[in-house]
């Protein structure tokens, strides 16, 4: 069997150092047939030398474009606008299957190029489930941003900007040091528990010190009831983590926060899952994402910052707080899929990724030749 060629291109969005294939899946492609070519990526968590380490190629930084053309070009994010053709095979999340801006123009460079999207974002198993998603490094570390809202607000501060961090110990460690040794005492209410993000946001408060009984873990059955929910109103950190996929009642309100008054004890909420400008997002009392430099955005109650403070984090790109973690647990979810690329042709998870691309192709095609 010829061996299969796998290129990891670096990535060029601004702060992202998670990479699609860490040394680890690396090392375990090489050995199962792959002939990995690693772009040198000074951005990346891990250094060029690790992968050297295992046996990848380094290659120039940014060089993919001069691959072979039958070498598939692994990467995370998308790509940096243009409208050069794509004729090679990528394997990404490329956010452009719902309609999202400039879907048409991303799907167009592949059309023009004759390449190949496989979607990241759209590897699933037999049940549709993802085959990997970096959900639980998501609750984790937005965990931890609530947190750490909540002891900047103790001290009656602003929790200032946000760095991705070493490894997951170090998070820890911070976020228990902030708290002034431990978190014992914090009380929390995590919904959509039993999910990817909720487990991970039950972990770091696990981790931090939280009592068992202090972390409430909720999910389908608990909000069964309708909200809004007192619950909520009780805990001093709300994080939330359901995949909202039918409308619902709300969990939380300006008016319901208002009828509080200050016997209210929630001061941070986090919303992992960040559904800010979904008409029934069911956290209505913001309307931004938040960002690693302003992490937190003030409730507002009357229109003026509700009293005792209350926040929001609503970062949408949590994971990448724990680069080299999230990239490890993404990667070796991805493994088993990656290591059936050479038979992608006959291989499920990869024929039915790519029927939906093509499905999105043909979509895009009609779509810009009406523009013209
Ligand atoms: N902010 C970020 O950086 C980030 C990163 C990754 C994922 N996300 C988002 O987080 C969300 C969750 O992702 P996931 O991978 O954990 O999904 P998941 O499917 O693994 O888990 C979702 C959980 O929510 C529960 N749930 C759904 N509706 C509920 C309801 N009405 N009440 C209570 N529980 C409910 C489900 O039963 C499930 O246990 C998604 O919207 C995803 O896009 C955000």
Redesign the pocket.
Same mark, same amino acid.
């Given at each position: 069997m010829p061996r299969q060629p796998l290129w990891l291109r670096c990535e060029k969005k601004e702060f992202e150092r998670r990479a699609a294939l860490t040394p680890t899946t690396a090392k375990k492609l090489i050995d199962a047939g792959f002939d990995i070519y690693v772009e040198r990526d000074p951005q990346r968590i891990f250094d060029d030398e690790e992968y050297e380490k295992v046996g990848c190629t380094l290659v120039e930084h940014n060089s993919w474009p001069s691959a072979p053309v039958t070498t598939p070009i692994i990467g995370l994010k998308e790509l940096p606008a243009s409208s050069d053709p794509l004729p090679h095979t990528h394997i990404q999340f490329a956010h452009c299957y719902k309609n999202q801006a400039g879907w048409a123009s991303v799907l167009g460079r592949f059309a023009r190029g004759g390449g190949t999207l496989y979607d990241l974002e759209f590897l699933t198993d037999e049940s549709g489930r993802r085959v990997a998603?970096?959900?639980y490094h998501? +609750?984790f570390a /937005?965990a931890a941003a609530g947190a750490l809202a909540l002891a900047a607000q103790k001290g009656g501060k602003k929790l200032g900007r946000l760095e991705p961090y070493e490894n997951e110990a170090a998070m820890v460690a911070d976020v228990k040091e902030k708290l002034g040794g431990s978190g014992k005492g914090v009380k929390a209410l995590v919904? +959509?528990?039993? /999910?990817?993000?909720?487990r991970g946001a039950v972990d770091l408060l696990r981790k931090v010190g939280l009592d068992e009984d202090d972390i409430l873990k909720?999910?389908?059955a608990?909000?069964a009831k309708g909200g809004p929910f007192q619950e909520i109103l009780d805990v001093d950190i709300f994080v939330n983590?359901?995949?909202?996929?039918s409308p619902?009642p709300p969990f939380l309100t300006e008016e319901f926060i208002q009828a509080a008054g200050p016997s209210r004890r929630v001061a941070c909420v986090v919303d992992?899952?960040?559904?800010t400008t979904n008409p029934h997002n069911?956290i209505p009392i913001y309307s931004i994402n938040t960002t690693f430099s302003e992490p937190t955005v003030d409730v507002l109650v009357g229109g003026t910052p509700a009293n005792p403070p209350l926040t929001v984090v609503s970062?949408?790109?949590?994971?990448t707080l724990l680069p080299r973690e999230a990239s490890e647990q993404f990667s070796s979810d991805l493994l088993p899929s990656l290591l059936q690329l050479p038979q992608r042709d006959t291989a499920r998870v990869w024929t039915d990724a790519k029927k939906l691309f093509q499905e999105k192709l043909a979509l895009a095609v009609e779509a810009e030749s009406t523009a013209q």
């Open positions: 998603a970096f959900g998501a +609750g /937005g919904i +959509g528990a039993l /999910g990817r993000c909720g909720w999910d389908m608990e909000t983590c359901i995949y909202l996929s619902i992992v899952s960040c559904d069911p970062i949408d790109h949590l994971p």
